[in-house]
């Protein structure tokens, strides 16, 4: 794995539209209200990093991303094309969309490289050649081109994350979601996780990134969005809302987050 840290580039030219487009997002879990009529779009290449406190409908907002979660209002577009709850129009569009969760959700009966595999293989239709050839590529990418043939329990959590990662790559995304990639990790192993993100940052993935992780966010992001109460209290570069925020919801909770 490479050691240097890459420069974050600008987006793309957005003359043909963001590739994320949210308009009106409203998300409920019974009485809950957890989206509340959000607007938001993401370009191709940027990074958009997710703050906000515990309940403030980040998570649901990835998850809305790709319909692992419906939605009682709204539209979601992604590349050009509206989300639809339908199974063949689903697994099209996650065919696109990268997605890693706070846990690794590793096949423990296979091994790593098969874990990659197993997708390209049953979902683009790649031969089991090309299928590895891509994943051998992938792992040495994340810095574990040694552990291919070793099983998801003999790996470390951060390990395990940056084969998640490398899974999730392998479907050529374009877009990848991360929820909280590092909250499951000890401190000593989240380092090497936040290196692969930053490599692909800086590779020009289009990137929607929850995370609790304040200097990744200064470092990487090309625009920070605060959530609070189901909504966007405020968003900007990571200066404007990281060091000078403007909304009363973001001076508390930067407040509380410099107390912890």
């Not at 793309?12 to 989206?35: A, E």
């Not at 098969?114 to 997708?119: D, P, S, V, Y």
């Not at 000078?244 to 508390?252: D, L, V």
Request: proline share 4%; charged share 20%.
């Amino acid at each position: 794995m490479s050691t240097h840290t890459a420069a974050r580039p600008e987006p793309s030219d957005t003359s043909t539209g963001p590739l994320v487009q949210m308009r009106g997002i409203h998300k409920r879990f019974g009485s809950n209200v957890v989206l509340d009529g959000v607007d938001l779009d993401v370009d191709q290449g940027e990074v958009v990093v997710l703050i906000g406190p515990s309940g403030a409908g980040k998570s649901t907002l990835l998850r809305c991303v790709n319909g692992l979660e419906t939605i009682q209002g709204g539209t979601i577009h992604v590349a050009g094309e509206e989300l639809v709850h339908d199974e063949q129009h689903l697994n099209r569009l996650r065919a696109r969309i990268g997605m890693v969760f706070q846990q690794f959700n590793l096949f423990p009966h296979m091994t790593v490289v098969q874990n990659i595999t197993m997708a390209q293989q049953d979902v683009l239709g790649r031969s089991a050649q090309e299928a590895r050839e891509r994943a051998t590529r992938l792992l040495d990418r994340v810095g574990l081109a040694e552990k291919a043939e070793q099983y998801p329990d003999h790996l470390s959590g951060g390990q395990q994350q940056r084969v998640a990662i490398a899974r999730a790559l392998a479907m050529d995304p374009a877009l990848m979601l991360f929820d909280e990639p590092t909250s499951a990790l000890d401190p000593e192993l989240v380092g090497e996780v936040l290196h692969v993100m930053r490599d692909l940052a800086g590779q020009g993935m289009t990137m929607m990134v929850v995370t609790h992780e304040m200097r990744f966010a200064r470092q990487v992001a090309h625009r920070v969005v605060l959530m609070a109460d189901g909504g966007i209290a405020e968003q900007g570069s990571p200066e404007e809302v990281l060091s000078h925020p403007r909304s009363e919801r973001g001076q508390a909770f930067l407040h509380q987050l410099e107390g912890d």
